[in-house]
Each structure stands twice: as structure tokens, then as C-alpha cells.
């Protein structure tokens, strides 16, 4: 599986849009890109996933360059309950037997 | 609630003692994963079913860990003769077994503390 690199930390205020940066520039032509967030105590939650178009669903954005060596998530408008780590993983959609973590960005959002 | 449910949430015990975890599936998901979190990491994963098959094991699987999946619905991960190491929040997902690109969904785990 492609390795991805994120920031170890982010800060938002509540009620602007959170950007999570991904980085994975080995990614392979048939790997999707997936973002989970996973707040304390909790099991991670599936937010989103696309392999080249940029994707939207009612928590969140997806945009992938045209490259596909890096990817952003976007929070439209952040509350105190985004308040998470947030992973992005590269996996083949057929094949995900297993998904590989990293550690993840940790966003805070002030109030 | 029609998530994936995981019993129980907290397990504590002493070294050397047997534990076995339980996870509950969404309904109609035939693929069912373990994964371990320890603290500040992320998940690694431990093994994954295809129905009640095992088809992949972690090498973090060591031999004192087992997992179950008999009637290809609910399934069990036992681990004996628990370490300190093996303290741990233990994650089950589950995901359809249909073409395309389907994420897997977690239960919020089972949180083992080895004394």
C-alpha cells in the first residue's frame, strides 16, 4: 500500500472551513484515497473516499490533484465536534483486506 | 443502532489470564476485520474473513491470539496467556463483499488493560 504523510497537528475556529492536507506520492493508478476521523474513545468514522475526481458528501469535501500526489479534506464549517485525528489512506478498493494508518493529523477547533 | 457492535467495552484482567472479545457485524456485511490501537498510534491490522473463512493474519497475530467467525456473522478474537504488551483497544469492522469501493465501518472497540 502507498505511504501517506499528514500534518501531526492543525488548528481551526469554529465556523470556518478546515483544509487537512494528504500527501501520497507513491500512490498507485487503481488506489483510492479514504479519509476517517476518530475521536477519543471512539472507533474511527468513515467520512469519504474517491480515486480521482473531486468527491462531496454531507460532512465533508474531497479534492484530489490531477496528479493524484496529494489530497485535501475539507470541512465546510467546522464545529467543536470535529474535533478529531483524521486519517487518510491509499488502498485498492477490491483488495481492502487491510487498512494501513498512519498517526493521522490531530485537529482541534476553537471556539 | 445498526452499527458494528463490539462487547465488552472495557476489559481488565490480570497477566496471564484468557480474554476473549465479541464483535456483532452490521447486518448482511460478509467481510469482517480485527484491528489494535495503542495509544497515539493508529490501527494495525490484525486479520480479516471473508464469510467464515480467515483469509489473512497479521504477523502481530502471534499464536496466543485466535479469531472466529464460525457462522460467517458474529465473531470472536481470544487472546491467552495475556502480556503487558497486549494491553491494547481491540477494533472490529465490518464491510460488504460487493465489486466497488466499499469503506469499512468500525465499532468504537474493546479496551483491554492487562494488570
Known amino acids: 500500500d502507498a505511504k501517506t504523510t499528514q500534518p501531526p497537528s492543525m488548528d481551526c475556529a469554529e465556523g470556518r472551513a478546515a483544509n487537512l492536507p494528504c500527501n501520497h506520492s507513491?500512490?498507485?493508478?487503481?488506489?483510492?484515497v479514504y479519509w476517517y476521523r476518530q475521536i477519543h474513545s471512539q472507533g474511527p468514522q468513515y467520512i469519504i473516499h474517491?480515486?480521482?475526481n473531486n468527491e462531496t458528501n454531507e460532512m465533508a469535501s474531497l479534492i484530489i490533484t490531477e496528479d493524484r500526489k496529494s489530497s485535501t479534506l475539507i470541512l465546510p464549517h467546522a464545529t467543536l465536534r470535529d474535533t478529531a485525528v483524521y486519517y487518510c489512506?491509499?488502498?485498492?478498493?477490491?483488495?481492502?483486506?487491510?487498512?494501513?494508518f498512519g498517526t493521522g493529523t490531530r485537529l482541534t477547533i476553537i471556539p | 443502532d445498526t452499527g458494528v457492535s463490539q462487547d465488552p467495552r472495557h476489559k481488565i484482567t490480570k497477566r496471564g489470564q484468557n480474554v476473549t472479545f465479541r464483535c456483532d457485524p452490521i447486518?448482511?456485511?460478509?467481510?469482517l476485520y480485527w484491528y489494535r490501537q495503542t495509544l497515539g498510534q493508529g490501527p494495525e491490522f490484525l486479520t480479516y474473513?471473508?464469510?467464515?473463512?480467515?483469509?489473512?493474519k497479521s504477523r502481530l497475530l502471534s499464536d496466543r491470539f485466535s479469531a472466529e467467525r464460525p457462522k460467517g456473522s458474529f465473531s470472536t478474537l481470544e487472546i491467552q496467556r495475556t502480556e503487558q504488551g497486549d494491553s491494547a483497544m481491540y477494533l472490529c469492522?465490518?464491510?460488504?463483499?460487493?465489486?466497488?469501493?466499499?469503506?469499512?465501518?468500525f465499532g468504537d472497540g474493546t479496551r483491554l488493560s492487562i494488570l
Open positions: 447486518s448482511e456485511h460478509n467481510r
Open positions: 474473513f471473508q464469510n467464515e473463512a480467515q483469509l489473512e
Open positions: 474517491g480515486l480521482k
Open positions: 469492522a465490518s464491510s460488504p463483499d460487493r465489486v466497488g469501493n466499499q469503506p469499512q465501518h
Open positions: 507513491t500512490i498507485s493508478g487503481n488506489e483510492y
Open positions: 489512506i491509499v488502498s485498492v478498493p477490491r483488495g481492502n483486506e487491510k487498512l494501513t
